[in-house]
């Protein structure tokens, strides 16, 4: 796909298909991400692929109960919220349907800085690059951090040293929608030039 059509309809893709991922296509998203760009060239990535399916399973009821705590609370505001349903509706469907999803990555990041505001430039830059790959080559993903309301089960459960930080959780599968353009305000409006609040003009094309 050229550049620009791949970025522009990258978008959060939550509903999968339980299809197979090919290892050559997991292997091509992977060398995307760790060719990102990374302070220091530190390069304090891991990604951890799980397809187990009791793995999975596990992981998809932290998941879910890390969904219902902060979320679910707020269920029927949301769903009567019009902006809001659809993307509320797509990421339920993604906690309860987790564990069937083909794939998910788990992004971590050594000698991380815990609250510092820096703490995920060189990760998130990687998770980006792993999914704009992925939406290159036809796979939906999108980055979600609610299994860190039960990091140190998940930590426990694929080995992952203290040292460690699971950053994202990226499920990765044949989307059952199609791709397109996300709503967005044009950068016109969220840009200033020089000093805030100062706008420039965009040329007409």
């Known amino acids: 796909m050229e550049f620009f059509d791949v970025v522009r309809t990258q978008r959060a893709m939550r509903r999968l298909k339980p299809d197979p991922v090919s290892d050559e296509d997991l292997w091509t998203i992977l060398d995307a991400a760790i060719h990102a760009p990374s302070g220091g060239n530190a390069q304090g990535w891991n990604f951890i692929v799980v397809r187990d399916a009791a793995a999975k399973r596990a992981i998809g009821a932290w998941y879910l109960d890390g969904w219902n705590k902060v979320y679910g609370r707020n269920r029927e505001a949301m769903l ?6 659809r993307t509320f509706r797509s990421a339920d ?50 980055l979600t951090t609610l299994h860190r309301l039960h990091e140190q089960d998940v930590k426990d459960l694929l080995g992952i040293p203290a040292d460690a930080d699971t950053m ?29 609040g100062e706008r420039h003009e965009r040329p007409q094309t």
């Open 80 to 85: 009567a919220n019009e902006a809001m349903a």
């Open 93 to 142: 469907y993604l906690a309860h349907h987790l564990a069937e999803v083909p794939v998910l990555i788990i992004a971590t990041q050594r000698n991380n800085r815990g609250a510092d505001l820096s703490a995920g430039a060189s990760i998130y830059p990687a998770v980006q690059n792993l999914m704009l790959a992925a939406r290159a080559l036809g796979l939906g993903t999108t």
């Open 168 to 196: 994202a959780l990226i499920p990765v599968g044949h989307p059952r929608g199609t791709f397109g353009e996300p709503s967005r305000l044009p950068p016109e409006k969220v840009s200033y030039w020089e000093r805030w």
